[in-house]
């Protein structure tokens, strides 16, 4: 059972749109973690937040933790055909986990047409 | 420095047969993760290693899944006997920890078909 709801499961949009990928929970994490895994590779780490509200960006990415730390956001802009791949949030934590282990969504499949 | 490496990278079994996974993590990581991801599904944990003990099992399938990590190396996944459920990508990820949180690199997996 996935404690970790990512919207959408599946988005395909031209190169230079910009997009959102939303990752919920009912269960409060201590940290979040944003992956991207390609076809035959294995997830990636992005960023990692951990304080309630906060916001990083990693050139054209933007991650935002909620301020009660049961939900992310992810926002592209202008994105490239290499911004194509599945996107992973996962939280340390939460109510089914241990303080240590990782629980991961199920994932967003974006593709970015040229 | 090589990262994560995981053998076979494909495998195609018949139901019943045993199979096996192999797992190299960064030379240091202390703490070594088996995942199982399901197509269109985010990695599950299976087992968590700190050194050689397995401190996290509790998602492990203990009646036909096995692990060992010798030496606190290189790792192991058995199934035995697999079943047509058990098709799926085997994930293999290290950390360095000390205290709080080791960032996770993974491996490529090895993609199981059972028939």
């Known amino acids: 059972t996935q404690l970790l709801e990512q919207s959408p499961q599946f988005l395909s949009i031209q190169e230079g749109e910009n997009l959102t990928v939303y990752c919920n929970s009912s269960s409060v994490f201590s940290s979040l973690q944003w992956y991207r895994q390609e076809p035959g590779e294995g997830p990636v780490l992005l960023v990692t937040v951990v304080t309630g509200g906060e916001v990083k960006k990693l050139k054209r990415l933007t991650f935002q933790f909620g301020d009660a730390r049961k939900d992310s956001s992810l926002h592209i802009t202008a994105a490239q055909p290499g911004d194509t791949g599945l996107y992973l949030c996962a939280g340390e934590g939460g109510a089914s986990g241990s303080a240590r282990q990782l629980t991961f969504g199920s994932g967003t499949q974006l593709t970015v047409l040229p | 420095e090589a990262g994560v490496v995981q053998s076979p990278r494909y495998k195609i079994i018949e139901k019943k047969q045993p199979v096996a996974f192999w797992c190299n993590p960064i030379?240091?990581?202390?703490?070594l993760y088996w995942y199982r991801q399901n197509l269109g599904q985010g990695p599950e944990l299976l087992i968590r290693?700190?050194?050689?003990?397995?401190?996290?099992d509790s998602q492990l399938p203990k009646d036909r899944f096995s692990a060992e990590r010798l030496k606190g190396v290189d790792s192991t996944l058995k199934i035995q006997p697999a079943e047509l459920g058990d098709s799926a990508v085997y994930l293999c990820a290290s950390s360095f920890r000390q205290a709080g949180w080791g960032t996770q690199y993974f491996g490529p997996g090895t993609r199981l078909t059972v028939l």
């Open positions: 030379s240091g990581h202390n703490t």
């Open positions: 290693y700190e050194n050689e003990e397995a401190v996290d």
